[in-house]
C-alpha cells in the first residue's frame, strides 16, 4: 500500500506503513432469518418478521424484524424471500412485492416485485439495497422489511429439510447486512 494516496480515508483504514502486520478493519454486520411462514393481508403493508439472530455486531433485530443499528454509515442489505403457492394449486399469476422502509416511512424506489404463476410452486425474490443510515434528526433511523402480495395463495414459507436428508432447513426469509463505509 506504500505511496497509494487518497482522499477517501484509505490510508487511515489500511495504512502506509508496509510494516507488515495486518490491517485491522472494523465494519458493523448482521445476519437474520426467519424459521416460520410469514401470511401477508393482501393490499396491505405487512411487515417480515426476523425472529433469528445468525451473527451480528453493531446490527440487531427483535422479533417483529425492526433493525437497528449502532453506528452510522452506508450499509448493504441483501433480502432472500422463500415465497410458496398455497394450496390448493393457483389458477392464476399471483405477485409478490418487497420494499424497506426506514422509521416505518417506504424509502422512494425500493419495490421489487416477482410474479409466481400459476404452473410454478415456489420462487425466491432475492433483492440489494444500499441504505444510508445517518442521524434524523438526531437517532438513528430504524430499517424495516415489508411485503404484500396479490392474491391469498402466496407466503413466506419455512421449509424444513426432509427427515434424514442432507441439506439445511430453508429459512422463509433471510437478510444480511453489512457497513460498507
Keep these: ?23 485491522t478493519i472494523s465494519r458493523d454486520f448482521g445476519s437474520f432469518h426467519s424459521e416460520q411462514d410469514q401470511v401477508a393481508i393482501v393490499g396491505n403493508a405487512n411487515q417480515v418478521a426476523l425472529e433469528i439472530t445468525d451473527t451480528s455486531l453493531g446490527v440487531s433485530t427483535s422479533p ?61 425474490l432475492s433483492v ?15 430499517l424495516e422489511i415489508y411485503w404484500t402480495t396479490s392474491s391469498n395463495n402466496l407466503l413466506l414459507a419455512y421449509i424444513p429439510a426432509p427427515l434424514g436428508a442432507v441439506e439445511p432447513n430453508n429459512p422463509s ?7 460498507v463505509f
Design 173 to 179: 426469509v433471510m437478510v444480511n447486512i453489512v457497513q
Design 1 to 23: 500500500m506504500e505511496g497509494y494516496k487518497d482522499n477517501s480515508g484509505f490510508n487511515a483504514v489500511f495504512g502506509s506503513s508496509g510494516g507488515g502486520s495486518s490491517p
Design 64 to 124: 417483529d424484524g425492526t433493525i437497528s443499528f449502532t453506528n452510522e454509515g452506508m450499509y448493504l442489505v441483501n433480502i432472500s424471500l422463500q415465497l410458496t403457492h398455497s394450496l390448493p394449486p393457483a389458477t392464476s399469476n399471483d405477485y409478490a412485492y418487497v420494499w424497506i422502509a426506514q422509521n416505518g416511512g417506504a424509502l422512494p424506489q425500493t419495490t421489487r416485485q416477482v410474479v409466481l404463476n400459476q404452473n410454478i410452486r415456489e420462487g425466491v
Design 128 to 142: 440489494s439495497y444500499l441504505i444510508s443510515v445517518y442521524p434524523f434528526p438526531t437517532a438513528l433511523p430504524t
